[in-house]
């Protein structure tokens, strides 16, 4: 797992729940290190035993504590440039759902070596979409369902989203857009710093 990656993780459990519980997890797990290196790659045995012991120490489900971080990931200051990276995809939320293909991309153009899960998004019409998430780690769509969410807010949209599940290694989300211009969306601008 890239270490961008983990760190988004260490710092959205960080700044959600304290540096303390961070030492406690990752003095639990033993692995030598206490924080992550973003530009490292790490076993994803590893990242997933990160995942097991903050969420039993939270007594929070993992699947919550993913989507929890994907929230964080769109909404969280710290996590800006994830933001205008997704907010590049388009002027709305649909035109933002039908750029999820190009997502991986998107990413490897600023970190080559970043290997983000293969997105498809299928239309079903009338605003239904499904988003098959591919990877050979499960939890993605998770991640996902958490800043797919965050970003109907951002746009101003009104979409309800639920995991439909896993099958091999494809996860499943389904999308119902109701309402692109439900209520007026976050400030964004492409130039940096003008105004989001």
């Not at 961070?22 to 290190?33: K, L, R, S, T």
């Not at 990242?47 to 699947?63: F, I, Q």
């Not at 970003?151 to 119902?176: K, N, W």
């Amino acid at each position: 797992m890239h270490g961008l990656i983990n760190r988004s993780l260490e710092n959205f459990l960080r700044r959600t729940y304290g540096d303390g519980h961070w030492a406690a997890v990752m003095e639990e797990i033993d692995c030598g290190f206490d924080s992550f290196e973003p530009m490292y790659v790490y076993a994803d045995e590893l990242t997933d035993r990160v995942l097991a012991v903050a969420s039993a120490r939270l007594e929070k489900p993992r699947e919550d504590l993913l989507e929890d971080l994907g929230t964080f990931m769109v909404t969280h200051e710290s996590s800006e440039r994830v933001r205008r990276l997704l907010r590049f995809g388009g002027v709305d939320y649909e035109d933002f759902l039908h750029s999820l293909d190009d997502l991986p991309g998107r990413a490897r153009l600023a970190v080559q070596e970043l290997e983000l899960p293969e997105l498809e998004l299928n239309e079903e019409g009338s605003g239904e979409y499904t988003l098959a998430v591919t990877s050979k780690m499960a939890g993605f769509a998770h991640v996902f369902l958490g800043m797919l969410r965050a970003l109907a807010d951002d746009y101003g949209a009104l979409a309800l989203l639920d995991y439909v599940g896993r099958t091999g290694q494809e996860e499943t989300i389904s999308i119902s857009l109701l309402d692109t211009g439900f209520q007026e969306g976050r400030a964004f601008d492409l130039a940096v710093g003008a105004g989001g």
